[in-house]
């Protein structure tokens, strides 16, 4: 397809897809968050060569919230090797919301169940190499910026807003250092993890990341290895039987990307090559980025989760 053509396209499926910005709201629990403008709705596609793609409000910088969670479980199995974490945080999903406390107070499998809830996003936090909150927060702003090129930031407007109203987070991280899951103290544990959900990212950055990740850890556009395929590979099970949360299934379902959603709308897609059926967009892979703040129950963007489904269906996209 030519480029053109797939521009249009995006430009017509944003534009068509943003009335279901109506079935969402932006989160209501973080004050910062739920002042964000809902009827947004932007998306980056970067290609093996690093051309973007970008359709809808492009110009949008956005809080990581939880899909920090996935890029820290990467730079820790890079850092720390993955028996190290697998040790700490099992790969099972839950079919529980994010933050509940049940799958660790109820079950009590010992470890959270997998990464990307927020029990296993604090405990991970807490294990990135350094001593201290700002030396973990370091490494990990270093690890991303070898993806993508530049510094991010953290949106401090954002980061406390979310601290003062971290109650449940509070009470997930007590159980935690209960079961000695913590490297640091509670507070300390709870700093670094709230200040890894508060970076600001735009969408070309995220889209990057997305394709490193679909690249299984290389990037092709600098051409270097950033983590091993063996981080990547288990990265993408996370994305696709956790990633979006208790809704993972219908989205492997009727989408069928590795994906990693967080509550101030961001989507992260990696879309690894598919050779076959050649005259479609982007055989050789993608990473897709998505921002639009409006999210459904689940804690996913709403518009996002049904252009990423339309993108998905037009060009068979599916990983299924
Ligand atoms: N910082 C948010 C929280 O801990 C992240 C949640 C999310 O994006 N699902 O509640």
Not at 182 to 210: F, N, Q
Not at 269 to 286: D, L, N
Request: hydrophobic fraction near 40%; include cysteine.
């Amino acid at each position: 397809m030519r480029m053109e053509e797939v521009y249009e396209q995006l430009q017509l499926w944003v534009e068509e897809n943003r009335s279901h910005t109506m079935l969402g709201a932006t989160a209501q629990y973080i004050p910062a968050l739920a002042e964000q403008e809902p009827n947004q709705l932007g998306i980056c596609i970067m290609d093996y060569d690093g051309d973007t793609y970008l359709a809808g409000e492009t110009d949008v910088n956005f809080t990581l919230q939880s899909v920090s969670k996935i890029i820290s479980f990467v730079a820790l199995c890079h850092f720390k090797g993955m028996d190290f974490v697998l040790d700490k945080v099992d790969v099972e999903p839950t079919g529980e919301a994010f933050n509940s406390i049940i799958p660790f107070e109820i079950h009590r499998p010992g470890k959270p169940f997998n990464p990307l809830i927020n029990a296993g996003a604090i405990t991970v936090a807490s294990m990135l190499p350094g001593d201290t909150p700002d030396e973990k927060f370091e490494r990990f702003i270093l690890f991303v910026e070898g993806m993508i090129g530049r510094r991010l930031e953290l949106n401090e407007e954002v980061y406390q807003s979310e601290w003062k109203t971290a109650h449940r987070n509070r009470a997930l991280a007590y159980y935690l250092k209960e079961s000695n899951l913590l490297e640091l103290d509670v507070e300390e544990a709870l700093e670094i993890y709230i200040r890894l959900c508060s970076i600001s990212i735009g969408l070309k950055d995220l889209s990057k990341i997305g394709l490193v990740i679909a690249h299984d850890g290389y990037d092709p556009v600098e051409k270097q290895q950033i983590f091993s395929s063996d981080v990547a590979r288990i990265a993408k099970v996370l994305m696709v039987t956790c990633g979006m949360y208790n809704s993972s299934g219908k989205f492997a379902a009727h989408v069928g990307l590795p994906a990693k959603s967080g509550v101030s709308g961001g989507i992260l897609a990696s879309v690894p090559p598919k050779w076959h059926s050649e005259e479609k967009a982007f055989r050789k892979g993608c990473g897709i980025a998505v921002f639009g703040p409006a999210i459904d129950a689940h804690g996913n963007s709403a518009a996002g989760t049904m252009l990423l489904r339309q993108l998905s269906a037009e060009w068979d996209l599916s990983i299924f």
